[in-house]
């Protein structure tokens, strides 16, 4: 695990010190956005247009922030324009690395895994390095790449998912909506305590260097958990009768808290099973076509468990839980609106 300064890569882990023990995200630096027909939306930038095989992204299935790309990518049709990589799930000093020769001596390949067919690459960070030269930051999936000026378009997987969205709507056909216009300022609104609380509150858990910042992370999560638990009580989906953006958001963390929040993060005053709502409501998600595909148990539970030695020196990976995603949910019975 580690960063790039100035273009130069360095072995190093969060610093949670100068917080107090908290866990602080870093900010995505790579924002550009995909227009359908040119005309950018940003002047100083270069022109990104929707065309079909002209961009790339880079995932790991262990990550919530890139598994929603991949979610993007199915439900928007959009499989045969814009390929995918997988990195391997165990991440070490070279941070997240490819299938291949140099992988570290410490890591295993994992089934799932690739090699860098596009850039022919043995570190993500170098992907990074041929985007910017000189870029300082976290080296981070997903990434979108573009082929043509082989460039990353953007690391941010909430605008990656906002652009899958809407920008190749006009070749491939699928005008399926998840962020429709009349339901914005709901999704906004719950987004964002959902981030905060849910999101990356099991990570300001599970990276927590002090009691207080764990506790403080610990409460947040489950108060937002059971707010949650309360409106899928009355509602089939976040904001209404529809499947938003704001519904994925949430899947891909929801997917993970029982398998490795609960252990590895001590995210543990509950489990996602235990929530009547919740749990029937992750049901309905994972069992939508196109979904299961894209949950790779594997390849979650040997990243956390094997990546973070400082949480699990032993690097032992857990066997269970042993849940079956594919019984009924019943969701169909809740009332709606
Ligand atoms: N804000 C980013 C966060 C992405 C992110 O933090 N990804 C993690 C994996 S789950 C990562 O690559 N971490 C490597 C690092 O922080 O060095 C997004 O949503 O796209």
């Given at each position: 695990m580690g960063l790039l300064q100035d273009g130069v890569w360095k072995d190093q882990w969060y610093p949670t010190k100068e917080n107090g023990g908290k866990?602080?995200?870093?900010?995505?630096?790579?924002?550009?956005?995909?227009?359908?027909e040119g005309g950018s939306v940003d002047e100083n930038a270069p022109e990104f247009i929707a065309e079909a095989q002209r961009y790339h992204l880079y995932v790991s299935l262990a990550c919530p922030w890139a598994h929603r790309t991949l979610?993007?990518?199915?439900?928007?049709?959009?499989?045969?324009?814009?390929?995918?990589?997988?990195?391997?799930?165990?991440?070490?000093?070279?941070?997240?690395?490819?299938?291949?020769?140099?992988?570290?001596?410490a890591a295993s390949h994992i089934k799932g895994a690739e090699t860098?067919?596009?850039?022919?690459?043995?570190?993500?960070?170098?992907?990074?390095?041929?985007?910017?030269?000189?870029?300082?930051?976290?080296?981070?999936?997903?990434?979108?790449?573009?082929?043509?000026?082989?460039?990353?378009?953007n690391n941010e997987s909430s605008d990656i998912i906002r652009i899958f969205n809407s920008a190749f709507n006009h070749l491939t056909g699928n005008t399926v909506d998840l962020y429709p216009e009349p339901l914005r300022d709901d999704i906004d609104e719950v987004n964002d305590w959902i981030y905060s609380s849910i999101n990356n509150g099991v990570y300001r858990a599970g990276f927590a260097t002090s009691q207080e910042a764990y506790n403080e992370a610990f409460d947040s999560l489950f108060n937002a958990l059971d707010k949650v638990e309360k409106i899928l009580q009355g509602k089939r989906y976040l904001t209404g009768e529809m499947i938003t953006e704001a519904d994925w958001r949430l899947f891909t963390t929801?997917?993970?808290?029982?398998?490795?929040?609960?252990?590895?993060?001590?995210?543990?005053?509950?489990?996602?099973e235990q929530y009547p709502a919740l749990s029937a409501y992750l049901r309905e998600l994972y069992q939508i076509e196109g979904i299961a595909a894209t949950v790779n148990f594997e390849h979650i539970k040997q990243h956390y468990y094997f990546s973070h030695a400082h949480i699990n020196p032993s690097r032992i990976v857990p066997k269970g839980p042993f849940i079956d995603y594919?019984?009924?949910?019943g969701r169909d019975l809740v009332d709606k609106g």
């Open positions: 866990f602080v995200r870093e900010k995505s630096q790579f924002r550009h956005r995909i227009t359908p979610i993007f990518r199915e439900l928007k049709s959009l499989q045969a324009y814009i390929s995918v990589s997988v990195v391997e799930p165990h991440m070490l000093h070279n941070g997240w690395e490819f299938s291949g020769p140099n992988q570290s001596d860098d067919r596009l850039n022919g690459k043995d570190f993500l960070y170098q992907i990074y390095q041929a985007a910017s030269s000189d870029y300082t930051g976290r080296v981070t999936v997903p990434v979108l790449w573009d082929k043509k000026t082989k460039t990353i378009v929801l997917i993970r808290f029982d398998s490795v929040y609960v252990g590895h993060f001590k995210a543990n005053r509950q489990t996602i594919h019984s009924p949910h």
